[in-house]
């Protein structure tokens, strides 16, 4: 059974950088797409970015796209994810997710629906001050 552990949260100012992981156990890990998602208090979880098995395609939120970069070093089943210019807005707990299978047509329509995902990890908690 796969199981997804994420980790590098903390407390970081405004203006900040962070790097979060995800990393994979049971055995080698072998996926079609992994994911970061987040929720923020009281809302929805949301799709932020994610990174097919190859590495060829990676895919952003608009609200993103810019500050977040994900990727993946399948050697140590780990994808990251870099985050710059950390706001307010972004805290929220980041959750990894993983896509065993390509589900058909186009990657840019299903990647970013959170039904569609095999496996989650537990999160990890992203605090920006101002």
């Known amino acids: 059974q796969v199981q997804l552990v994420e980790s590098g949260g903390g407390l970081v100012q405004a203006g900040g950088s962070l790097r979060l992981s995800c990393a994979a156990s049971?055995?080698?890990?072998?996926?079609?797409?992994m994911a970061w998602f987040r929720q923020a208090p009281g809302k929805q979880r949301e799709f932020a970015a994610a990174?097919?098995?190859?590495?060829?395609?990676?895919y952003y939120a608009d609200s993103v796209k810019g500050r977040f970069t994900i990727s993946a070093d399948n050697a140590k089943n780990t994808v990251y994810l870099s985050i710059t210019n950390l706001k307010p807005e972004d805290t929220a707990v980041y959750y990894c997710?993983?896509?065993?299978?390509?589900?058909?047509?186009?990657?840019?329509?299903?990647?970013?629906?959170?039904?569609?995902?095999?496996?989650w990890g537990q999160g990890t908690q992203v605090t920006v001050s101002s």
């Open positions: 997710a993983a896509m065993k299978h390509y589900l058909g047509g186009q990657p840019k329509d299903f990647i970013p629906t959170m039904d569609l995902y095999d496996y």
């Open positions: 049971g055995g080698t890990f072998i996926y079609y797409a």
């Open positions: 990174i097919t098995y190859s590495g060829s395609s990676t």
